[in-house]
C-alpha cells in the first residue's frame, strides 16, 4: 500500500483558569495571537500567552486518500525560532 503524507503544525493550548487543553493552527495561536473562550469554564484567554506545547503533526494518507495514522513528527521550540531570526 502506497502512503502518503500531510503535515500540520500544531499549537496546544491550555486554559488558565481549568486546565482544560485545546490544539490548533499555530498560524492562528503564534502569528494572530487570538482570544478564545474555554468550552469548559467559559473563560476568555490569549491563545499566544498560554501555549504549553508546539508540535510538527505526520499524517499518513492512504490510497483512499484518508488519514490511517498521525504521529508526532518533532517538537517546534519558539527559542529556536527566536535565534535562528537573531542569526544565533
Known sequence: MSKRKAWLDIAIIQCP???HYYA???????????DIECGTCHENFNTKKHMVDRIM?????DEEKKV????????????K????????
Do not use: T
Open 57 to 61: 503533526l505526520s499524517l499518513k494518507i
Open 24 to 34: 490548533d493552527a499555530s498560524w492562528y495561536v503564534v502569528e494572530i495571537g487570538a
Open 17 to 19: 483558569r481549568c486546565g
Open 68 to 79: 490511517h495514522e498521525a504521529e508526532v513528527a518533532r517538537r517546534l521550540s519558539k527559542k
Open 81 to 88: 525560532k527566536q535565534h535562528a531570526r537573531l542569526g544565533i
